[in-house]
């Protein structure tokens, strides 16, 4: 059957236009993923202020089932709430929570230099847990004194100079590191009480930025997101409370130096799943190390018990309606985060995950035929 110029033609247009549109797509999602690598961190800030305005916003509805009051009004009295409580927890215990952390500070330094000695009597190389100045050995270390008198010998402009050119480059990296973190912390709250004050108005900014064909199923999947993540934060929160009064009460009977301040990093790596976990059991045991063999036993087990009360209690009631995700696939995808991203891409791995899991939910739900059950 012969195929006229026209058909020939029509042909080679729409073969050209589907080359076109995919090579613009490769290229335009190629340059997504470069700007988001490159700026990671800005975007990790970003949707860190947004998850403490869900927050927030969770919170005022459920003052709004108590009180009927405007949402403006009901926020404002939450976030009062909350800048009082910490404000006590600052003023009534910021002398015992200063000194606790520079106490347990101090006993992690030495319970690592008391592993390292351990592990070298074993005969394990331990030279990566050397933290010591090898700088500052003098390189003439190992030849013979000479006897007579000391040498007074001043050190010279060039030595002075350098070594007040690294003070003060040690002084500056403190300081921005300083004004860096404080400056996250104030970009978060900014944008969290942001969204939490018009959080309709930024809905309806981000459903506007759909096409006007897919608007209804982009409400949908926003709304679904939304309401997954006040959940999870929801939940996380009261876990995180549990975690924090658990340990630190038990340390407090076991007798744990610093257990109040153990029991608030317990509760902030609760925030973590798994990971933080780890990260909470390992640091209270070697600050239990302190206090004797079997105050540093009573401790693990004390984190196995808040570890089991984490995993099969508090998260299978409260988080059940919240999330469902394999823990395998929750480690793996925190681990990635973890290395390609660091410590943003390690805290934020959850409330990513769910994102993406309401997605594939939502478009697997699209493809079940109807009348069909799934599974």
Same mark, same amino acid.
């Given at each position: 059957?012969?195929?006229?110029?026209?058909?020939?033609? !029509?042909?080679?247009?729409?073969?050209?236009?589907?080359?076109?549109?995919?090579?613009?797509?490769?290229?335009?999602?190629?340059?997504?993923?470069?700007?988001?690598?490159?700026?990671?961190?800005?975007?990790?800030?970003?949707?860190?202020?947004?998850?403490?305005?869900?927050?927030?916003?969770?919170?005022?509805?459920?003052?709004?089932?108590?009180?009927?009051?405007?949402?403006?009004?009901?926020?404002?009295?939450?976030?009062?709430?909350?800048?009082?409580?910490?404000?006590?927890?600052?003023?009534? *215990?910021?002398?015992?929570?200063?000194?606790?952390?520079?106490?347990?500070? =101090?006993?992690?330094?030495?319970?690592?230099?008391?592993?390292?000695?351990?592990?070298?009597?074993?005969?394990?190389?331990?030279?990566?847990?050397?933290?010591?100045? !090898?700088?500052?050995?003098?390189?003439d270390a190992s030849m013979p004194a000479t006897p007579g008198?000391?040498?007074? =010998?001043?050190?010279?402009?060039?030595?002075?100079?350098?070594?007040?050119?690294?003070?003060?480059?040690?002084?500056?990296?403190?300081? $921005?590191?300083?004004?860096?973190?404080?400056?996250?912390?104030?970009?978060?709250?900014?944008?969290?009480?942001?969204?939490?004050?018009?959080?309709?108005?930024?809905?309806?900014?981000?459903?506007?930025?759909?096409?006007?064909?897919?608007?209804?199923?982009?409400?949908?999947?926003?709304?679904?997101?939304?309401?997954?993540?006040?959940?999870?934060?929801?939940?996380?929160?009261?876990?995180?409370?549990?975690?924090?009064?658990?340990?630190?009460?038990?340390?407090?009977?076991? *007798?744990?130096?610093?257990?109040?301040?153990?029991?608030? !990093?317990?509760?902030? $790596?609760?925030?973590?799943?798994?990971?933080?976990?780890? $990260?909470?059991?390992?640091?209270?045991?070697?600050?239990?190390?302190?206090?004797?063999?079997?105050?540093?036993?009573?401790?693990?087990?004390?984190?196995?018990?808040?570890?089991?009360?984490?995993?099969?209690?508090?998260?299978?009631?409260?988080?059940?309606?919240?999330?469902?995700?394999?823990?395998?696939?929750?480690?793996?995808? !925190?681990?990635?985060?973890?290395?390609?991203?660091?410590?943003?891409?390690?805290?934020?791995?959850?409330?990513?995950?769910?994102?993406?899991?309401?997605?594939?939910?939502?478009?697997?739900?699209?493809?079940?035929?109807?009348?069909?059950?799934?599974?």
């Amino acid at each position: 059957m012969a195929v006229s110029t026209d058909d020939r033609i !029509q042909a080679r247009g729409d073969l050209a236009w589907a080359i076109t549109a995919g090579g613009i797509g490769v290229v335009s999602f190629a340059a997504l993923l470069l700007f988001a690598w490159h700026y990671a961190t800005t975007l990790f800030l970003i949707f860190a202020g947004m998850l403490l305005g869900v927050a927030l916003t969770a919170i005022t509805k459920m003052v709004g089932r108590v009180v009927k009051l405007p949402h403006a009004l009901r926020l404002t009295v939450v976030c009062l709430v909350l800048s009082a409580m910490l404000s006590g927890v600052v003023f009534l *215990g910021g002398a015992t929570i200063a000194q606790q952390a520079t106490v347990l500070s =101090n006993t992690i330094k030495s319970q690592l230099v008391n592993v390292k000695a351990f592990l070298e009597k074993k005969g394990i190389d331990t030279s990566y847990l050397d933290f010591s100045n !090898q700088a500052a050995a003098p390189a003439d270390a190992s030849m013979p004194a000479t006897p007579g008198p000391p040498a007074r =010998n001043l050190p010279s402009a060039g030595a002075i100079a350098s070594s007040g050119g690294a003070i003060v480059s040690q002084t500056l990296k403190l300081l $921005l590191g300083t004004v860096n973190a404080v400056g996250n912390f104030f970009i978060v709250l900014f944008l969290g009480l942001a969204f939490a004050a018009q959080p309709r108005v930024y809905r309806k900014g981000l459903l506007f930025m759909a096409p006007a064909k897919h608007r209804a199923r982009a409400t949908m999947i926003v709304d679904r997101v939304g309401e997954t993540l006040e959940r999870w934060l929801m939940a996380q929160i009261i876990t995180m409370a549990a975690v924090f009064f658990v340990t630190w009460i038990g340390l407090e009977i076991i *007798g744990i130096q610093s257990a109040f301040i153990l029991g608030i !990093q317990a509760g902030l $790596l609760a925030f973590v799943p798994t990971v933080g976990a780890i $990260l909470a059991g390992l640091i209270v045991v070697l600050a239990s190390l302190a206090s004797g063999w079997v105050a540093a036993l009573s401790a693990f087990i004390l984190f196995l018990g808040v570890h089991a009360l984490e995993s099969y209690i508090l998260t299978p009631i409260i988080q059940r309606q919240a999330l469902d995700i394999p823990p395998a696939t929750l480690f793996g995808f !925190q681990i990635l985060l973890g290395v390609v991203f660091g410590i943003w891409g390690l805290a934020l791995a959850l409330p990513l995950l769910a994102i993406v899991k309401v997605m594939i939910d939502h478009f697997k739900a699209d493809d079940i035929p109807s009348g069909a059950t799934a599974t």
